[in-house]
Protein backbone atom coordinates (compact mmCIF):
# COMPACT_ATOMS: atom_id res chain seq x y z
CA UNK A 1 0.00 0.00 0.00
CA UNK A 2 2.77 1.93 0.76
CA UNK A 3 3.93 4.37 -2.69
CA UNK A 4 7.32 6.60 -3.14
CA UNK A 5 6.20 9.58 -4.79
CA UNK A 6 8.58 11.55 -6.71
CA UNK A 7 8.83 15.75 -6.00
CA UNK A 8 10.76 18.74 -6.23
CA UNK A 9 11.58 21.26 -3.89
CA UNK A 10 9.54 24.54 -3.04
CA UNK A 11 12.31 26.74 -1.90
CA UNK A 12 9.19 29.19 0.05
CA UNK A 13 8.24 26.73 2.76
CA UNK A 14 10.12 28.76 5.65
CA UNK A 15 8.32 28.53 9.13
CA UNK A 16 7.70 32.25 11.14
CA UNK A 17 6.55 32.73 13.99
CA UNK A 18 3.95 30.08 14.17
CA UNK A 19 4.42 27.83 11.35
CA UNK A 20 4.37 27.57 7.57
CA UNK A 21 1.62 30.35 6.30
CA UNK A 22 0.56 31.17 3.07
CA UNK A 23 -2.56 31.66 0.32
CA UNK A 24 -4.36 28.78 0.34
CA UNK A 25 -3.45 28.96 -3.38
CA UNK A 26 -0.30 28.29 -2.61
CA UNK A 27 -0.78 25.45 -0.61
CA UNK A 28 -2.93 24.21 -3.27
CA UNK A 29 -0.20 23.39 -5.52
CA UNK A 30 0.97 20.28 -6.59
CA UNK A 31 2.84 18.65 -3.65
CA UNK A 32 3.23 21.70 -1.72
CA UNK A 33 1.39 19.65 1.62
CA UNK A 34 3.30 16.65 1.08
CA UNK A 35 6.44 18.61 0.53
CA UNK A 36 6.01 20.26 3.84
CA UNK A 37 4.50 17.36 6.12
CA UNK A 38 7.25 14.92 4.40
CA UNK A 39 10.13 17.38 5.31
CA UNK A 40 8.81 17.91 9.12
CA UNK A 41 8.95 14.08 9.48
CA UNK A 42 12.11 13.91 7.65
CA UNK A 43 13.60 16.45 10.23
CA UNK A 44 12.49 14.05 13.33
CA UNK A 45 13.51 10.00 14.03
CA UNK A 46 12.23 7.40 16.71
CA UNK A 47 8.10 7.92 15.63
CA UNK A 48 7.48 4.21 14.34
CA UNK A 49 4.57 2.97 15.99
CA UNK A 50 4.28 6.11 17.99
CA UNK A 51 1.04 8.46 18.23
CA UNK A 52 0.54 11.54 15.98
CA UNK A 53 -2.30 14.16 16.79
CA UNK A 54 -3.63 15.98 13.55
CA UNK A 55 -6.52 19.36 14.02
CA UNK A 56 -7.06 21.98 12.74
CA UNK A 57 -9.16 25.48 13.10
CA UNK A 58 -11.68 24.34 10.31
CA UNK A 59 -10.42 26.77 7.48
CA UNK A 60 -10.95 26.32 4.14
CA UNK A 61 -8.52 23.61 3.20
CA UNK A 62 -8.53 21.84 6.41
CA UNK A 63 -9.83 18.61 5.82
CA UNK A 64 -8.43 18.11 2.49
CA UNK A 65 -4.55 18.57 4.24
CA UNK A 66 -5.71 16.45 7.15
CA UNK A 67 -6.14 13.82 4.55
CA UNK A 68 -2.83 14.04 2.76
CA UNK A 69 -1.37 14.05 6.58
CA UNK A 70 -2.81 11.13 7.62
CA UNK A 71 -1.72 9.60 4.77
CA UNK A 72 2.10 10.64 4.40
CA UNK A 73 2.33 9.98 8.90
CA UNK A 74 0.86 6.50 8.14
CA UNK A 75 3.17 6.14 5.49
CA UNK A 76 6.12 7.04 7.24
CA UNK A 77 5.60 4.15 10.53
CA UNK A 78 3.34 6.21 12.51
CA UNK A 79 1.54 3.97 14.48
CA UNK A 80 -1.52 5.68 15.72
CA UNK A 81 -2.88 8.99 14.04
CA UNK A 82 -5.37 10.71 16.67
CA UNK A 83 -8.17 13.26 15.02
CA UNK A 84 -10.75 15.90 15.91
CA UNK A 85 -14.42 14.89 14.77
CA UNK A 86 -14.56 16.90 11.47
CA UNK A 87 -10.99 17.94 11.52
CA UNK A 88 -11.09 20.16 14.00
CA UNK A 89 -8.78 20.68 17.36
CA UNK A 90 -8.25 24.45 19.00
CA UNK A 91 -4.25 24.61 19.29
CA UNK A 92 -4.54 24.33 23.14
CA UNK A 93 -6.54 21.52 22.24
CA UNK A 94 -3.85 19.82 20.54
CA UNK A 95 -1.09 20.80 22.66
CA UNK A 96 -3.09 18.99 25.91
CA UNK A 97 -4.14 16.13 23.91
CA UNK A 98 -0.32 15.41 22.72
CA UNK A 99 0.10 15.53 26.43
CA UNK A 100 -2.53 13.28 27.65
CA UNK A 101 -2.01 10.40 24.86
CA UNK A 102 1.96 10.87 25.55
CA UNK A 103 1.74 11.12 21.61
CA UNK A 104 5.26 11.80 19.93
CA UNK A 105 4.00 14.87 18.30
CA UNK A 106 0.95 16.98 16.27
CA UNK A 107 0.21 18.65 13.37
CA UNK A 108 -2.09 21.84 13.61
CA UNK A 109 -3.47 23.23 10.47
CA UNK A 110 -3.79 26.55 10.90
CA UNK A 111 -3.17 30.02 10.14
CA UNK A 112 -4.76 31.29 13.41
CA UNK A 113 -5.65 35.10 13.37
CA UNK A 114 -5.31 35.59 9.30
CA UNK A 115 -8.24 35.46 7.42
CA UNK A 116 -9.72 31.74 5.77
CA UNK A 117 -11.88 31.05 2.46
CA UNK A 118 -10.00 30.04 -0.58
CA UNK A 119 -8.69 33.95 -1.12
CA UNK A 120 -7.56 33.34 2.47
CA UNK A 121 -4.32 32.34 4.53
CA UNK A 122 -3.68 28.43 5.43
CA UNK A 123 -1.17 27.04 7.55
CA UNK A 124 0.72 23.99 9.33
CA UNK A 125 2.44 23.84 12.08
CA UNK A 126 4.54 21.13 13.91
CA UNK A 127 4.33 20.73 18.01
CA UNK A 128 6.51 18.55 19.43
CA UNK A 129 6.16 15.75 22.41
CA UNK A 130 5.55 18.26 25.04
CA UNK A 131 2.64 19.78 23.16
CA UNK A 132 4.45 23.06 22.78
CA UNK A 133 5.95 24.53 18.88
CA UNK A 134 8.58 23.06 17.50
CA UNK A 135 11.63 25.36 18.66
CA UNK A 136 13.42 26.92 15.94
CA UNK A 137 16.39 24.43 15.96
CA UNK A 138 13.39 22.05 14.65
CA UNK A 139 12.19 24.35 12.29
CA UNK A 140 15.35 25.28 11.10
CA UNK A 141 15.37 21.53 10.12
CA UNK A 142 12.37 21.13 8.57
CA UNK A 143 13.19 24.58 6.24
CA UNK A 144 16.50 22.35 5.27
CA UNK A 145 14.37 19.39 4.57
CA UNK A 146 12.62 21.00 1.80
CA UNK A 147 14.66 22.79 0.28
CA UNK A 148 16.61 19.41 -1.26
CA UNK A 149 13.13 16.93 -1.34
CA UNK A 150 13.42 14.51 -4.25
CA UNK A 151 10.45 11.82 -2.39
CA UNK A 152 7.89 11.61 -0.37
CA UNK A 153 5.93 8.16 1.28
CA UNK A 154 2.27 8.27 0.84
CA UNK A 155 -0.27 5.46 1.12
CA UNK A 156 -3.04 4.45 -1.22
CA UNK A 157 -6.26 4.40 0.21
CA UNK A 158 -9.62 6.62 0.21
CA UNK A 159 -10.41 8.97 2.16
CA UNK A 160 -11.04 8.76 6.56
CA UNK A 161 -14.34 9.51 7.15
CA UNK A 162 -13.77 12.26 9.65
CA UNK A 163 -17.00 12.95 11.02
CA UNK A 164 -17.49 9.29 12.32
CA UNK A 165 -16.06 8.79 16.28
CA UNK A 166 -13.79 5.95 16.95
CA UNK A 167 -11.12 4.04 15.12
CA UNK A 168 -9.95 2.35 11.66
CA UNK A 169 -7.30 0.17 10.60
CA UNK A 170 -5.25 1.46 8.15
CA UNK A 171 -2.12 0.36 6.57
CA UNK A 172 -0.81 -1.33 9.30
CA UNK A 173 -1.50 1.55 11.77
CA UNK A 174 -4.87 3.39 12.57
CA UNK A 175 -6.74 6.32 12.83
CA UNK A 176 -9.18 7.69 15.88
CA UNK A 177 -11.95 10.38 15.21
CA UNK A 178 -12.38 11.99 19.05
CA UNK A 179 -14.39 14.26 20.16
CA UNK A 180 -12.58 17.95 20.56
CA UNK A 181 -13.96 19.25 23.56
CA UNK A 182 -13.62 16.48 25.62
CA UNK A 183 -9.92 15.84 26.77
CA UNK A 184 -9.90 20.12 26.82
CA UNK A 185 -13.13 20.40 28.88
CA UNK A 186 -11.55 17.51 31.73
CA UNK A 187 -8.41 19.81 32.03
CA UNK A 188 -10.12 23.16 32.50
CA UNK A 189 -12.22 21.21 35.70
CA UNK A 190 -8.76 20.22 36.96
CA UNK A 191 -8.02 24.17 37.27
CA UNK A 192 -10.69 26.03 37.75
CA UNK A 193 -13.27 26.62 40.60
CA UNK A 194 -16.31 25.68 38.09
CA UNK A 195 -18.36 25.50 41.10
CA UNK A 196 -18.13 29.52 41.96
CA UNK A 197 -18.33 30.25 38.12
CA UNK A 198 -21.68 28.21 38.29
CA UNK A 199 -22.46 30.05 41.51
CA UNK A 200 -21.38 33.43 39.43
CA UNK A 201 -23.87 32.57 36.36
CA UNK A 202 -26.67 31.93 38.37
CA UNK A 203 -26.30 34.91 40.26
CA UNK A 204 -27.16 36.62 36.96
CA UNK A 205 -23.82 37.93 36.20
CA UNK A 206 -24.00 38.23 31.59
CA UNK A 207 -21.55 37.62 29.81
CA UNK A 208 -20.79 37.79 25.89
CA UNK A 209 -17.94 35.29 24.21
CA UNK A 210 -17.53 35.61 20.42
CA UNK A 211 -15.78 32.77 19.09
CA UNK A 212 -15.87 34.85 15.66
CA UNK A 213 -17.18 31.84 13.67
CA UNK A 214 -13.77 29.94 14.61
CA UNK A 215 -12.53 26.77 16.48
CA UNK A 216 -13.45 27.68 19.98
CA UNK A 217 -17.22 27.56 19.16
CA UNK A 218 -17.84 23.99 20.35
CA UNK A 219 -15.64 24.86 22.88
CA UNK A 220 -17.10 27.55 24.48
CA UNK A 221 -20.67 26.32 23.99
CA UNK A 222 -20.01 22.85 25.57
CA UNK A 223 -17.72 24.79 28.75
CA UNK A 224 -19.65 28.07 29.10
CA UNK A 225 -23.39 27.14 28.36
CA UNK A 226 -23.20 23.28 29.32
CA UNK A 227 -21.15 23.22 31.93
CA UNK A 228 -20.95 26.25 33.98
CA UNK A 229 -24.53 27.31 32.86
CA UNK A 230 -24.45 30.42 31.45
CA UNK A 231 -27.68 31.17 29.89
CA UNK A 232 -28.08 30.01 25.98
CA UNK A 233 -26.92 33.23 23.63
CA UNK A 234 -23.83 33.83 25.57
CA UNK A 235 -21.70 32.67 23.17
CA UNK A 236 -22.24 34.15 19.66
CA UNK A 237 -20.51 33.14 16.00
CA UNK A 238 -20.48 29.92 17.83
CA UNK A 239 -20.31 27.45 14.62
CA UNK A 240 -16.73 27.42 12.77
CA UNK A 241 -17.26 28.33 9.21
CA UNK A 242 -14.67 28.03 6.70
CA UNK A 243 -14.13 31.66 5.83
CA UNK A 244 -14.82 32.51 9.54
CA UNK A 245 -17.93 34.35 7.94
CA UNK A 246 -15.96 36.58 5.74
CA UNK A 247 -13.60 37.93 8.58
CA UNK A 248 -10.63 38.15 10.35
CA UNK A 249 -11.14 36.00 13.20
CA UNK A 250 -8.42 38.08 14.88
CA UNK A 251 -10.09 39.15 18.72
CA UNK A 252 -9.18 42.95 18.71
CA UNK A 253 -10.28 46.34 18.97
CA UNK A 254 -10.67 46.60 14.81
CA UNK A 255 -12.23 43.23 13.76
CA UNK A 256 -14.07 42.29 16.87
CA UNK A 257 -15.53 45.89 16.97
CA UNK A 258 -19.12 44.17 17.41
CA UNK A 259 -18.02 42.98 20.43
CA UNK A 260 -16.57 45.91 21.35
CA UNK A 261 -19.17 48.45 20.74
CA UNK A 262 -21.68 46.12 22.79
CA UNK A 263 -19.23 46.25 25.69
CA UNK A 264 -19.73 50.23 25.93
CA UNK A 265 -22.92 50.53 25.49
CA UNK A 266 -25.06 50.74 28.18
CA UNK A 267 -26.82 47.48 27.59
CA UNK A 268 -23.46 46.33 28.27
CA UNK A 269 -22.97 42.34 29.79
CA UNK A 270 -20.86 42.24 32.79
CA UNK A 271 -17.95 40.66 31.00
CA UNK A 272 -16.81 40.25 27.22
CA UNK A 273 -14.94 37.63 25.37
CA UNK A 274 -13.24 36.81 22.42
CA UNK A 275 -11.01 34.26 20.66
CA UNK A 276 -9.20 33.66 17.34
CA UNK A 277 -8.99 31.50 14.38
CA UNK A 278 -6.91 28.63 16.29
CA UNK A 279 -8.53 29.38 19.98
CA UNK A 280 -4.96 30.50 21.45
CA UNK A 281 -5.94 34.04 21.72
CA UNK A 282 -8.12 35.95 24.42
CA UNK A 283 -9.80 39.19 24.13
CA UNK A 284 -11.08 40.54 27.46
CA UNK A 285 -13.40 43.63 27.62
CA UNK A 286 -15.21 44.28 31.05
CA UNK A 287 -18.39 46.76 30.84
CA UNK A 288 -16.71 49.63 29.66
CA UNK A 289 -13.71 48.94 29.67
CA UNK A 290 -10.71 47.22 27.29
CA UNK A 291 -8.15 45.18 29.23
CA UNK A 292 -5.09 45.04 26.90
CA UNK A 293 -3.22 41.69 26.70
CA UNK A 294 -0.31 43.16 29.07
CA UNK A 295 -2.86 43.99 31.80
CA UNK A 296 -4.80 40.86 31.47
CA UNK A 297 -1.35 38.87 31.72
CA UNK A 298 -0.06 40.87 35.03
CA UNK A 299 -4.03 40.92 36.29
CA UNK A 300 -4.32 37.33 36.12
CA UNK A 301 -0.99 36.23 37.86
CA UNK A 302 -1.63 38.81 40.62
CA UNK A 303 -4.94 36.85 41.42
CA UNK A 304 -3.61 33.51 40.22
CA UNK A 305 -4.27 32.17 43.47
CA UNK A 306 -7.81 32.09 43.69
CA UNK A 307 -7.61 29.46 41.22
CA UNK A 308 -7.32 25.36 42.46
CA UNK A 309 -4.56 24.69 40.15
CA UNK A 310 -2.82 27.61 41.05
CA UNK A 311 -3.08 27.80 44.43
CA UNK A 312 0.24 26.95 45.31
CA UNK A 313 1.40 29.95 43.88
CA UNK A 314 3.63 30.56 40.77
CA UNK A 315 7.00 29.87 39.80
CA UNK A 316 7.83 32.78 37.54
CA UNK A 317 5.98 34.93 34.50
CA UNK A 318 7.23 34.88 31.50
CA UNK A 319 6.35 37.18 28.28
CA UNK A 320 7.35 38.58 25.16
CA UNK A 321 9.84 41.78 24.75
CA UNK A 322 7.17 43.77 22.94
CA UNK A 323 4.97 42.82 26.20
CA UNK A 324 4.69 45.51 28.39
CA UNK A 325 6.46 45.41 31.56
CA UNK A 326 3.31 45.00 33.54
CA UNK A 327 3.63 41.82 34.39
CA UNK A 328 7.58 42.27 35.91
CA UNK A 329 6.01 45.00 38.65
CA UNK A 330 3.67 41.84 39.77
CA UNK A 331 6.44 39.37 39.91
CA UNK A 332 8.55 41.79 41.91
CA UNK A 333 6.06 42.26 44.35
CA UNK A 334 4.95 38.47 44.32
CA UNK A 335 9.05 37.99 44.72
CA UNK A 336 9.28 35.09 41.67
CA UNK A 337 11.50 35.80 38.51
CA UNK A 338 10.28 37.31 35.44
CA UNK A 339 11.77 36.17 32.08
CA UNK A 340 11.65 38.39 28.61
CA UNK A 341 11.71 36.06 25.87
CA UNK A 342 11.50 37.14 22.01
CA UNK A 343 7.92 36.84 19.77
CA UNK A 344 6.48 33.80 19.51
CA UNK A 345 5.33 30.69 21.97
CA UNK A 346 7.93 28.62 20.84
CA UNK A 347 10.32 30.46 23.29
CA UNK A 348 8.15 29.85 26.32
CA UNK A 349 8.18 26.15 25.70
CA UNK A 350 11.86 25.46 27.92
CA UNK A 351 10.91 27.54 30.42
CA UNK A 352 7.83 26.04 31.13
CA UNK A 353 9.27 22.59 30.81
CA UNK A 354 11.82 23.76 33.34
CA UNK A 355 9.82 24.62 36.06
CA UNK A 356 11.05 28.04 35.43
CA UNK A 357 8.11 29.91 35.03
CA UNK A 358 3.96 28.99 35.78
CA UNK A 359 2.30 31.60 33.65
CA UNK A 360 2.94 33.61 30.17
CA UNK A 361 1.82 36.04 27.60
CA UNK A 362 2.19 38.39 24.63
CA UNK A 363 0.67 41.42 23.96
CA UNK A 364 -1.00 40.00 20.95
CA UNK A 365 -3.51 38.85 23.15
CA UNK A 366 -1.69 35.14 24.10
CA UNK A 367 -1.87 34.27 27.55
CA UNK A 368 -1.62 30.36 29.09
CA UNK A 369 0.28 28.38 31.77
CA UNK A 370 1.80 24.77 32.38
CA UNK A 371 -1.54 23.36 32.03
CA UNK A 372 -0.38 23.21 28.12
CA UNK A 373 2.24 24.51 26.03
CA UNK A 374 0.33 26.61 23.89
CA UNK A 375 -0.98 30.08 24.67
CA UNK A 376 -4.94 29.03 25.23
CA UNK A 377 -7.76 31.81 24.62
CA UNK A 378 -10.39 30.00 26.82
CA UNK A 379 -8.29 29.48 29.72
CA UNK A 380 -7.74 32.82 30.12
CA UNK A 381 -11.48 33.35 29.72
CA UNK A 382 -12.08 30.83 32.62
CA UNK A 383 -9.30 32.60 34.57
CA UNK A 384 -10.84 35.85 34.52
CA UNK A 385 -14.25 34.14 35.36
CA UNK A 386 -12.50 32.18 38.34
CA UNK A 387 -11.39 35.30 39.37
CA UNK A 388 -14.44 37.43 39.29
CA UNK A 389 -16.00 34.71 41.29
CA UNK A 390 -14.23 34.73 43.99
CA UNK A 391 -13.50 38.16 44.27
CA UNK A 392 -17.38 39.67 43.11
CA UNK A 393 -15.93 42.99 41.88
CA UNK A 394 -16.40 44.11 38.01
CA UNK A 395 -13.39 44.29 36.08
CA UNK A 396 -13.49 48.32 36.11
CA UNK A 397 -12.55 47.96 39.86
CA UNK A 398 -9.87 45.01 39.50
CA UNK A 399 -8.48 47.08 36.73
CA UNK A 400 -8.56 50.41 38.91
CA UNK A 401 -7.41 48.73 41.98
CA UNK A 402 -4.92 46.76 40.27
CA UNK A 403 -3.20 50.77 38.96
CA UNK A 404 -3.79 51.83 42.23
CA UNK A 405 -1.32 49.29 43.45
CA UNK A 406 1.04 48.79 40.72
CA UNK A 407 0.74 51.91 38.60
CA UNK A 408 -0.07 51.13 35.09
CA UNK A 409 1.71 50.71 31.50
CA UNK A 410 -0.15 52.46 29.42
CA UNK A 411 0.32 50.71 26.06
CA UNK A 412 -1.11 50.33 22.20
CA UNK A 413 0.33 48.46 19.19
CA UNK A 414 0.15 50.18 15.98
CA UNK A 415 0.17 47.51 13.05
CA UNK A 416 1.50 49.00 9.46
CA UNK A 417 -0.14 45.86 7.47
CA UNK A 418 0.68 45.51 3.65
CA UNK A 419 3.55 47.63 3.46
CA UNK A 420 5.89 46.86 0.68
CA UNK A 421 8.65 44.69 1.66
CA UNK A 422 12.04 46.63 0.41
CA UNK A 423 10.30 49.63 2.12
CA UNK A 424 10.05 48.07 4.99
CA UNK A 425 13.11 46.10 5.36
CA UNK A 426 14.74 49.57 4.55
CA UNK A 427 13.22 51.19 7.54
CA UNK A 428 14.62 48.61 10.09
CA UNK A 429 18.01 48.28 8.45
CA UNK A 430 17.85 52.30 8.80
CA UNK A 431 16.87 52.35 12.47
CA UNK A 432 19.18 49.66 13.24
CA UNK A 433 22.05 52.11 11.94
CA UNK A 434 21.09 54.30 13.94
CA UNK A 435 21.48 52.44 16.96
CA UNK A 436 24.43 53.46 18.75
CA UNK A 437 24.07 57.05 18.54
CA UNK A 438 20.36 57.43 19.95
CA UNK A 439 21.50 56.88 23.80
CA UNK A 440 21.78 60.65 25.32
CA UNK A 441 19.68 62.20 22.65
CA UNK A 442 16.77 64.52 23.98
CA UNK A 443 13.43 64.14 22.16
CA UNK A 444 11.22 66.82 23.47
CA UNK A 445 10.92 66.06 27.15
CA UNK A 446 11.84 62.05 26.00
CA UNK A 447 15.43 61.20 26.24
CA UNK A 448 16.56 58.37 25.23
CA UNK A 449 18.76 56.29 28.22
CA UNK A 450 19.28 53.04 25.79
CA UNK A 451 18.46 51.16 22.42
CA UNK A 452 19.01 47.92 20.69
CA UNK A 453 18.34 45.10 18.54
CA UNK A 454 17.16 42.72 21.12
CA UNK A 455 18.66 39.21 21.82
CA UNK A 456 17.71 36.02 23.57
CA UNK A 457 19.67 33.43 25.21
CA UNK A 458 17.66 30.55 26.48
CA UNK A 459 18.60 30.05 29.92
CA UNK A 460 17.49 26.04 29.49
CA UNK A 461 19.42 24.98 26.37
CA UNK A 462 21.53 28.02 26.00
CA UNK A 463 20.46 28.31 22.23
CA UNK A 464 20.31 32.13 20.87
CA UNK A 465 17.89 34.07 18.72
CA UNK A 466 19.20 37.17 17.51
CA UNK A 467 17.55 40.54 16.07
CA UNK A 468 14.35 40.29 17.79
CA UNK A 469 13.79 43.37 17.51
CA UNK A 470 14.53 47.35 18.30
CA UNK A 471 14.00 48.97 21.22
CA UNK A 472 14.28 52.23 21.84
CA UNK A 473 14.24 53.03 25.46
CA UNK A 474 13.74 56.42 27.16
CA UNK A 475 14.44 57.44 30.57
CA UNK A 476 11.54 56.76 32.94
CA UNK A 477 10.71 53.41 31.66
CA UNK A 478 8.78 54.62 28.62
CA UNK A 479 9.58 52.61 25.46
CA UNK A 480 9.23 52.17 21.91
CA UNK A 481 9.85 48.60 19.65
CA UNK A 482 9.76 48.07 15.96
CA UNK A 483 9.73 44.65 14.36
CA UNK A 484 8.41 42.91 10.91
CA UNK A 485 6.05 40.43 11.68
CA UNK A 486 6.69 36.93 10.86
CA UNK A 487 2.77 35.77 10.51
CA UNK A 488 1.83 37.93 7.28
CA UNK A 489 0.82 36.36 4.27
CA UNK A 490 1.55 39.52 1.86
CA UNK A 491 4.40 42.35 1.83
CA UNK A 492 5.65 42.98 5.22
CA UNK A 493 3.82 44.36 8.95
CA UNK A 494 5.24 46.25 10.59
CA UNK A 495 4.55 46.66 14.18
CA UNK A 496 5.57 49.67 16.67
CA UNK A 497 5.11 49.14 20.33
CA UNK A 498 4.56 51.72 22.71
CA UNK A 499 4.54 51.84 26.27
CA UNK A 500 4.42 54.53 29.53
CA UNK A 501 4.76 53.94 32.79
CA UNK A 502 2.84 56.22 35.18
CA UNK A 503 3.08 55.30 39.08
CA UNK A 504 0.92 54.88 41.29
CA UNK A 505 -1.00 57.96 42.76
CA UNK A 506 -0.47 59.05 39.14
CA UNK A 507 -3.14 60.03 36.53
CA UNK A 508 -3.97 56.32 36.02
CA UNK A 509 -7.70 57.03 34.03
CA UNK A 510 -6.50 58.04 30.51
CA UNK A 511 -7.51 56.87 27.41
CA UNK A 512 -3.69 55.16 26.19
CA UNK A 513 -3.88 56.82 22.63
CA UNK A 514 -3.98 60.39 24.61
CA UNK A 515 -1.51 58.71 27.54
CA UNK A 516 0.56 57.93 24.77
CA UNK A 517 -0.07 60.59 22.26
CA UNK A 518 3.72 61.95 22.48
CA UNK A 519 5.72 59.33 22.00
CA UNK A 520 3.64 58.39 19.24
CA UNK A 521 4.55 61.01 17.72
CA UNK A 522 8.33 60.18 18.01
CA UNK A 523 7.48 56.62 17.10
CA UNK A 524 6.65 57.69 13.50
CA UNK A 525 9.49 60.47 13.45
CA UNK A 526 11.94 58.23 14.46
CA UNK A 527 11.66 55.50 11.91
CA UNK A 528 10.38 57.83 9.54
CA UNK A 529 7.44 55.78 8.66
CA UNK A 530 5.63 58.23 6.42
CA UNK A 531 8.49 58.98 4.33
CA UNK A 532 9.38 55.09 3.50
CA UNK A 533 6.14 53.10 3.76
CA UNK A 534 4.09 56.40 2.62
CA UNK A 535 1.37 55.59 5.31
CA UNK A 536 0.40 58.35 7.21
CA UNK A 537 -1.80 55.83 9.97
CA UNK A 538 -1.63 52.55 10.99
CA UNK A 539 -4.04 49.69 9.71
CA UNK A 540 -4.77 48.76 13.05
CA UNK A 541 -4.48 50.05 16.06
CA UNK A 542 -5.05 47.78 19.62
C1 LIG B 1 2.05 37.34 15.91
C2 LIG B 1 2.13 37.90 17.30
C3 LIG B 1 2.85 36.93 18.21
C4 LIG B 1 2.16 35.55 18.16
C5 LIG B 1 2.07 35.09 16.73
C6 LIG B 1 1.28 33.80 16.58
O1 LIG B 1 3.35 37.18 15.37
O2 LIG B 1 2.77 39.14 17.31
O3 LIG B 1 2.87 37.44 19.52
O4 LIG B 1 2.87 34.62 18.92
O5 LIG B 1 1.41 36.07 15.92
O6 LIG B 1 -0.01 33.97 17.09
P1 LIG B 1 4.00 38.24 14.36
O7 LIG B 1 5.33 37.65 13.99
O8 LIG B 1 3.06 38.40 13.22
O9 LIG B 1 4.12 39.52 15.14
V1 LIG B 1 -1.28 33.08 16.44
O10 LIG B 1 -2.59 33.27 17.40
O11 LIG B 1 -1.37 33.82 14.88
O12 LIG B 1 -0.70 31.53 16.30
CO1 LIG C 1 -3.92 31.87 17.08
Redesign the pocket.
Known amino acids: MIRTVKTKPYLDQKP???GLRKKVSEFQQPNYVENFVQSIFNSLEGFSGKTLVIGGDGRYYNREAIQKAIRIALANGFGRIVVGKGGILS?PAVSALIRALGAYGGIILSA???PGGPDGDFGIKYNIGNGGPAPEKVTDAIFAHTQTIATYKTIDSSDVDLDALGGVALAGGGVEIVDPVVNYAALMRTLFDFDAVRALFASGFRMRFDAMHAVTGPYAHAILEGILGAPAGTVVNGTPLPDFGGHHPDPNLTYAKALYDEMMSPAAPDFGAAS?G?G??NLIIGRGVFVTPSDSLAMLAANARLAPGYANGLKGIAR?MPTSAAADRVAAKLGIRAYETP???KFFGNLLDAGLATICG???A?TGSNHVRE?DGLWAVLLWLNILARRRVSVAELAREHWATYGRNYYTRHDFEEVELTAANGLMDALRAELPSLPGQNFGALKVEAADDFSYHDPVDGSDAERQGVRVMFAGGSRVVY?L????TVGA?L?VYIERYEPPGGDLGLDAQVALADLIALSRALAQIEKRTGRKAPSVVT
Not at 485 to 488: A, K, M, P, Q, W
Open positions: GTSTSHNDDDRSTGWEESGKRSGTGTR
